[in-house]
């Protein structure tokens, strides 16, 4: 399969998430010519779900998200976003071009399979409810182990990255409003000014990574947006501000919670303010399983670079896979012109075929050992 010629059709068409119709149906028939099995869940709207092999012995799944993202394309590429203003800023083009590559070698030897191969084409990946709904539509049902990548720009061509445990942290997002009296500028005494409660509340925050986080943990605490008042001799009634935390345990991530529960209604009470808080929980972080990452990357040094990436503080919400089923998540090398979801993002297609080659070697390899090797008793499950 010319995986590159797939790429540039699936990054000229790029469709924003769970509005991939074009792209599940592009991705089904040419699953559908490789002779593979549909079996994507009525319940999931877009994206593809599809197998080949026997259907006995164990199930291995191969992931890879198809979505893109609300942003116009400046790259001046040949086979640029067809699609104003959604690009495949994220890779998510060559993801699916690798596992078409790898679906298309596998079926090659579909009759030679010691199980089935799960190609799983999941949508939405960017809003991290995907995966998410992946799995409520029963898509990862008896999977032995589930294997993903996200490629990444400042790796080189064949190089990949692996690492036991957490790879991408757990992502929550918050919103704050304070709710005060608003009044004249000039008269601040008349009213509850939110903007200075505001202020202080903002730069109170930052002191939690700083002073309650352990400091061999990892947590980011960012305010991205604030708003409040409308002119420049009122003081609003109200301001709220909005956000992001990253972590990396559980532990971290409920201590990050409390105390910015703690210092907002602390801040809140001292002004005199009302606070509300809104609080949404993300994907958890992308934990590897330490006996298949082991297994992954041993094969994986056969024919590839293997690099100890440094976990990124991205969200992936392949974490809801690898929190029911035993998997592996890897960076992928694609020696990008820039990083991921920037306007001008070029991928060397160069990676592609070891990414294709990364897929196949990693399902016969798995498939292998839990058909052979995986010890009675001791299954990762
Ligand atoms: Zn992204
Ligand atoms: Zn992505």
């Known amino acids: 399969m010319d995986t590159t010629a797939v790429r540039h059709y699936l990054h000229q068409h790029p469709e924003l998430s769970d509005q991939e119709f074009h792209t599940t149906a592009y991705l089904q028939k040419q699953l559908e010519q490789l002779g593979y099995r549909i079996v994507t869940p009525a319940a999931l709207h877009t ?63 579909a009759d030679q399979l010691p199980g089935t191969v799960r190609v799983i084409f999941q949508p939405a990946e960017e809003t991290h409810v995907g995966a998410q709904e992946v799995v409520d539509a029963g898509g990862i049902e008896g999977l032995d182990a589930i294997i993903g990548f996200h490629e990444k720009p400042d790796l080189g061509v064949a190089t990949v990255g692996l690492r036991e445990g957490g790879l991408m942290a757990a992502v929550d997002q918050f919103k704050v409003t304070l709710t005060g009296i608003g009044t004249h500028a000039a008269m601040p005494q008349l009213g509850r000014d939110p903007i200075v409660g505001l202020a202080a509340t903002v730069s109170a925050l930052q002191t939690i990574v700083s002073r309650n986080v352990d400091p061999q943990q990892t947590a980011v605490l960012s305010v991205t947006h604030i708003e409040g008042g409308a002119t420049w001799n009122v003081i609003p009634p109200a301001a709220w501000f909005e956000g992001t935390v990253r972590t990396f345990s559980h532990a971290t991530r409920q201590t990050v919670k409390d105390h910015f529960y703690a210092v907002v209604k602390a801040q809140a009470a001292a002004f005199g303010l009302e606070a509300t808080i809104d609080w949404l929980e993300g994907p958890d972080v992308v934990d590897n399983d330490p006996v298949l990452t082991k297994i992954v990357r041993a094969e994986s040094e056969k024919f590839l670079t293997v690099v100890s990436p440094t976990p990124s503080n991205a969200g992936e919400d392949f974490a809801y896979f690898s929190h029911r089923v035993p998997s592996v998540f890897a960076f992928f090398g694609t020696h990008g012109t820039s990083d991921w979801h920037h306007d001008d993002l070029r991928l060397d297609d160069a990676a592609l075929p070891s990414a294709s080659q990364w897929y196949v070697r990693i399902a016969l390899r798995l498939l292998t050992y839990f058909a052979k090797e995986v010890p009675h008793g001791q299954e990762t499950h």
């Not at 400046?74 to 994220?90: F, K, R």
Request: negative net charge; charged residues 15%.
């Open 47 to 109: 994206g593809v779900i599809a197998e080949i092999g026997p259907t006995t012995g164990p199930t291995i799944g191969l992931r890879s998200d198809i979505d893109a993202l609300p942003i116009t394309e400046h790259t001046g590429l040949a086979y640029a976003s067809e699609n104003p203003g959604v690009m495949h800023a994220c890779g998510h083009d060559f993801h699916m071009a690798s596992l078409l590559g790898a679906a298309a070698t596998l079926a090659e030897q």
